[in-house]
């Protein structure tokens, strides 16, 4: 929270004039983070305090919109004393969250200067579904996707967004999304952090002066992101989508932004992404009250590179196996899925193979190549542990350098589902028999966990445990988590 405006505005004039207000925005940032969020998984009762608290701010009105399915209320928040309405809301898929994060971010840099709002008054619905919130899940409490109820309105969420456009008959929206951290911009490695869409009012994509306007922002919207983060925008599919919002806000008369959030390197929490949105926001706020958005060229909104889908987190290259007296080499694509504990607050990741074979058009979070390795499924340690406080005290890079890639404990507490390091656990009181089977598995296949070691002259060099990568050479280890079995 902010304690003290007049300070923290001091770095903001303290810039050159040739400072671009986009400069100004991101290397003041971290004086209006909002600290009191500092992940993606969080609840309404987590941000309602912080809305609450905007009641005794200067120039901020809070208005009640109405309650979700659940009971939770839904707010907006108004800033600014202009003619011209913008609507922005978020999280209406409630596990889509890092844009309304980066809302009460911009609420602390409003507290301390609204020269920003000069023609403008900006509305900000911060948490459309606070019920899949809860949850940290895509759809409300019934399992209606809020984003296809835009024309039979049967969720209260809804129709208070619904309503909230009419009443305020708004010239400009914005529709602030996450999307999967696995779309790159096309034909390069580069994840589409930030993607962008004017969305469609009809199916043939005409482009009238709503529509139009929404592209230009966008374009430059584009080059105040290009600036930080080069290469890492895309544009979504532009697909007309006959139930969205969306689309329909375009087809109402309000030039609608949609922002796709996707994904950056070390960046899980999606931080750095938050801050993006932060700055791309504040800036569209800038050109929209300054009109200079007029003077965007539309051809440079189609220039933008379309979303792909070609990313995994961890991509390995040539590596080379047998299977039945025959030699394979291929690719790997592995992707972390994301187990969630019972509170929905924290996550551990479950390393899958996603795809096996020529993977040469597709990217890595992270890439190794295998080549003139030796690949090995790794053994399980002989001795059986008692207790998790045994493995503790394992000594790990040795274990590894052996080929074992798990360990057996014959009492493991049914609260731990993973470790934080570099080994497996074989939980002995889950053991199934196998079923018989005189086919032998190969020692890759697809949707299995992805844990293997690769050495070379009978060394072992690298172990992926869980789909991450532990190098013995230099000790560097990079696994998140391990399994237990």
């Not at 009012?201 to 002066?209: H, L, R, S, T, V």
């Not at 998790?388 to 040795?398: C, I, T, V």
């Not at 445990?465 to 560097?476: E, M, P, Q, R, T």
Request: hydrophobic share 35%.
């Amino acid at each position: 929270m902010i304690k003290n405006l007049l300070f923290l505005l001091i770095p903001l004039v303290s810039f050159s004039q040739t400072t671009t207000i986009q400069e100004r925005l991101f290397n003041s940032y971290d004086q209006f983070k909002e600290e009191s969020i500092q992940t993606r998984r969080f609840k309404h009762k987590d941000i309602q305090p912080l809305i609450d608290s905007l009641k005794y701010v200067k120039g901020f009105e809070i208005s009640l919109l109405g309650e979700s399915i659940q009971g939770r209320d839904i707010s907006m928040i108004s800033v600014g004393q202009g003619d011209i309405d913008v609507l922005l809301w978020s999280q209406m898929h409630g596990d889509e969250s890092t844009a309304t994060a980066a809302i009460f971010d911009i609420f602390n840099y409003l507290k301390a200067d609204q020269a920003l709002l000069k023609n403008l008054k900006v509305h900000f619905i911060p948490m459309l579904n606070p019920d899949g919130a809860e949850v940290f899940t895509r759809r409300n409490a019934i399992g209606i996707d809020i984003n296809r109820d835009a024309l039979r309105l049967q969720s209260p969420e809804s129709q208070i967004l619904k309503n909230v456009r009419d009443s305020l008959q708004a010239e400009f929206g914005f529709n602030l999304h996450d999307q999967s951290k696995y779309y790159n911009a096309i034909k390069t490695d580069k994840p589409a952090t930030i993607s962008f869409l004017a969305p469609a009012f009809n199916i043939d994509k005409d482009i009238n002066e709503t529509r139009g306007n929404a592209m230009r922002i966008i374009v430059k919207m584009n080059e105040v992101i290009q600036r930080y983060a080069r290469g890492h925008v895309g544009r979504y599919d532009d697909e007309f989508e006959p139930r969205a919002f969306g689309d329909n806000m375009q087809k109402w008369g309000t030039s609608t932004i949609l922002i796709e959030s996707g994904g950056y390197p070390n960046d899980p929490e999606k931080q750095f992404i938050r801050k993006l949105n932060y700055i791309s926001i504040l800036s569209a706020i800038h050109i929209i009250s300054t009109k200079s958005y007029l003077d965007a060229r539309l051809d440079r909104y189609v220039s933008i590179p379309k979303n792909d889908r070609k990313l995994y987190d961890l991509k390995i290259e040539n590596l080379s196996f047998s299977y039945l007296g025959l030699d394979f080499t291929v690719d790997l694509g592995i992707v972390y899925g994301e187990i969630e504990n019972k509170n929905h607050s924290q996550f551990y990741c479950l390393g899958k193979i996603s795809d096996i074979g020529d993977l040469s058009t597709h990217f890595g979070y992270e890439k190794l190549d295998a080549s003139g390795y030796n690949f090995k499924i790794g053994e399980t340690y002989p001795k059986i542990l008692s207790d998790f406080e045994q493995f503790k005290s394992l000594d790990f890079p040795s274990l590894l350098a052996q080929g074992y890639t798990s360990v057996s404990i014959n009492d493991l507490p049914e609260e731990i589902k993973f470790t934080n390091y570099p080994m497996n656990i074989i939980d002995i009181g889950k053991i199934m028999v196998p079923k018989n089977n005189t086919m032998p598995k190969s020692p890759i296949s697809l949707g299995t966990d992805a844990t293997f070691l690769l050495s070379k002259n009978d060394e072992v060099v690298y172990a992926v445990i869980n789909g991450f990568i532990y190098s013995l050479a230099d000790n560097k280890n990079n696994v998140k988590n391990g399994l237990v079995k």
